[in-house]
Each structure stands twice: as C-alpha cells, then as structure tokens.
C-alpha cells in the first residue's frame, strides 16, 4: 500500500513537502517514482530514485526545482518542490518500480493534489 | 527525447469488440514499453511489460506486440470495467508517457 500525503494549494513560487507511506513490500529493495497528472491531461514521469536512495533522476521539467528522497528506516518516500509554478498543478501519485531493472510501475498510491495559484 | 505518440485518442467500442491501441516511439526502444489502464478518478494500473509481457492478475484478453517504434494493445473482447484510458510508457530511456487513449461506450 502507497499512501500520498501534504498535498495542498500553494502560491507560485512557494514549496512544498509530498511524503508517500509505504508498507505490505520491503521498500529498501525498490526504486520508487513520482507521477504527476495535470486536470484533465495525462501521466508525465518526474522522478526516481534507486533503492538505496543513492541515485536520483528527475524530468527537465522539474530538475533543479524538485528533490526526491527516502528514507527507508521509515519506509517513506518524499518529493521536496521548490520555486512551484502553475504548469505544476497536478495530482501527484508515488509509484513502485517494479522487480528487475525496468522502470516502470506495478503498485501505485491514490495520488495528492498540489494546486498551484495565488 | 523520446516521444511517445498514441493513436486513436478516443475509441468508441461495444462490449464484446476487439479493440486495437497503436503506441509509436520517435526512436526505437526495443521491447521497453509498458501499458496502463487508468479508470476516472483512480490511480493507473499495470497492465503489460516488455511489450508482450502480462502482469499478474491481468485477464488474458489483454495483450500486447511490438518492439522497436511501434507497439499495440489488444482487448480481444471488451468488457465493461474496461472502459477507461490506456496510457503506453517507454522505458528505454528515462521515462515517457503517450498521450493515452480513451475508450468509450459505443
């Protein structure tokens, strides 16, 4: 289970904290991904980060704004967004890797909604 | 980057039709794409991996071919928890979604 939490309206250029509980998988052992999803639009990729935490990529659309990190002794992920514009405006959902060294996702969370507007 | 293009946008389909999703790419990803299913107001779900692969769990009218730059998925008869949108994803490099396509009641 993938449970998203902090979502909230923020101004433009403010920031955020997104966390992401986990539990029913050994979390140390996954990569973990955020997702956005902009009303209406479709699914773009924004983040992953290995199993270690040790390694993170991001989307240039949110690279050097958004930070992802984990820590597993909580078995939480987090997704720290800075310098937020409307274009951020999404329900952002967390998403495992799944087994093997593909990227892409076989357990996802509800999703938070970030709204972005002054 | 790599672009992902779906086609058609919008289907509309009958329960019990075969219904055909082209996924292409703007470069080859080899077999490094999977398919989503995404119902209104939930979270996306894995449908297929490695192009062809079928996730656990999944109805085996579901299925997929491709590699390279194009791709597609069949239902090869359509039910109704399968009217949603169905989002292809490469994985060959970083990640990219297509656009999805939206399946509709006939």
């Known amino acids: 289970q993938l449970v998203e939490s902090g979502g909230d309206l923020v101004q433009p250029g403010g920031a955020l904290r997104l966390s992401c509980a986990v539990s029913g998988f050994t979390f140390s052992s996954f990569g973990m991904n955020w997702v956005r999803q902009a009303p209406g639009k479709g699914l773009e990729w924004v983040s992953i980060i290995d199993a270690s935490g040790g390694g993170a990529f991001y989307a240039d659309s949110v690279k050097g704004r958004f930070t992802i990190s984990r820590d597993n002794s909580k078995n939480t992920l987090y997704l720290q967004m800075n310098n937020l514009r409307a274009g951020d405006t999404a329900i952002y959902y967390c998403?495992?890797?799944?087994?093997?060294?593909?990227?892409?996702?076989?357990?996802w969370g509800q999703g938070a909604l970030v709204t972005v507007s002054s | 980057d790599i672009q992902m293009s779906q086609s058609p946008s919008t289907l509309s389909a009958s329960v019990g039709d075969r219904v055909t999703i082209t996924c292409r790419a703007s470069q080859s990803i080899h077999d490094w794409l999977a398919w989503y299913q995404q119902r209104p107001g939930k979270a996306p779900k894995l449908l297929i991996y490695?192009?062809?692969s079928l996730e656990s769990g999944v109805p085996l009218r579901f299925s997929g071919s491709g590699s390279g730059t194009e791709f597609t998925l069949t239902i090869s008869s359509l039910q109704p928890d399968d009217f949603a949108t169905y989002y292809c994803q490469q994985y060959n490099s970083y990640s990219t979604f297509g656009q999805g396509t939206k399946v509709e009641i006939k």
């Open positions: 998403a495992k890797q799944a087994p093997g060294s593909g990227w892409f996702f076989d357990y």
């Open positions: 490695k192009a062809s």
